[in-house]
């Protein structure tokens, strides 16, 4: 089944402890995307892949971090999380033409409380 | 000016009706649009992907408008399960950085 999974799906923590929430995708994208969706804001794009080794900021990096070592993998890393950072998080996947961005298949959310 | 806008509604019509939803963006060099459905904080899924020429899935319309820089969203006939919040989004540049509307919330009435 092809799909794009998030682990965990809910997590509280305590600023300054260090997290991770891991993304993989099983149907080859080029491209793939974390996003945080806060009540009244949407939903707002983190980091960006287009392949591996090729990261981007969004509109909201501060804070994280991303790599993209394998093509299926992309882990979103909080150093110090802090209670700002307290939101549901998507990953995204998707293929890229090369001109144009395919449509995203999404994971199904990790919801972060940092206190 | 926000980089995508959209009505936030909520729009409450009746079974049948016909609503339309329109959005702005403000970078002309826009290359991909979209409309997603988003269900209570469950994971967005595509709606349609929109194109210059127009197109239709449906009961379904979607438009994009280069020049005056909006997309629409046309639902005919609507249904109790159309109640979601629908979301525009905006590709732009060569990286594709991606943009959502903040969404804007439909309710179909009995």
């Known amino acids: 089944e092809a799909q794009v999974t998030q682990n965990p799906r809910y997590l509280i923590t305590v600023t300054g402890k260090k997290l991770t929430v891991t993304c993989s995708q099983n149907?080859?994208?080029?491209?793939m995307s974390w996003y945080r969706q806060d009540p009244g804001l949407g939903l707002r794009q983190i980091y960006y892949?287009?392949?591996?080794?090729?990261?981007d900021k969004g509109d909201v990096p501060e804070g994280y971090k991303v790599s993209r070592k394998e093509k299926r993998n992309f882990p979103l890393i909080l150093e110090s999380p802090s209670p700002n950072q307290t939101s549901l998080y998507f990953c995204a996947s998707s293929l890229y033409s090369g001109s144009e961005l395919g449509e995203q298949y999404f994971g199904p959310g990790t919801r972060l409380t940092v206190t | 000016r926000k980089e995508v806008e959209q009505d936030p509604g909520p729009f409450n019509v009746p079974e049948g009706a016909t609503v339309a939803f329109n959005c702005t963006y403000s970078?002309?060099?826009?290359?991909?649009f979209f409309w997603y459905r988003q269900d209570c904080r469950k994971e967005p899924k595509l709606l349609m992907s929109v194109y210059s020429s127009g197109n239709e899935d449906g009961r379904f319309t979607a438009q994009l408008n280069r020049a005056s820089q909006y997309i629409s969203l046309l639902i005919r006939d609507s249904k109790l399960s159309d109640s979601a919040t629908y979301l525009c989004?905006?590709?732009?540049?060569?990286?594709?950085?991606?943009?959502f509307g903040t969404g804007t919330k439909l309710q179909v009435i009995p």
């Open positions: 970078n002309s060099a826009s290359q991909s």
């Open positions: 149907m080859n994208h080029e491209y």
């Open positions: 989004v905006v590709a732009s540049g060569g990286y594709q950085k991606v943009t």
């Open positions: 892949s287009m392949n591996v080794e090729v990261t």
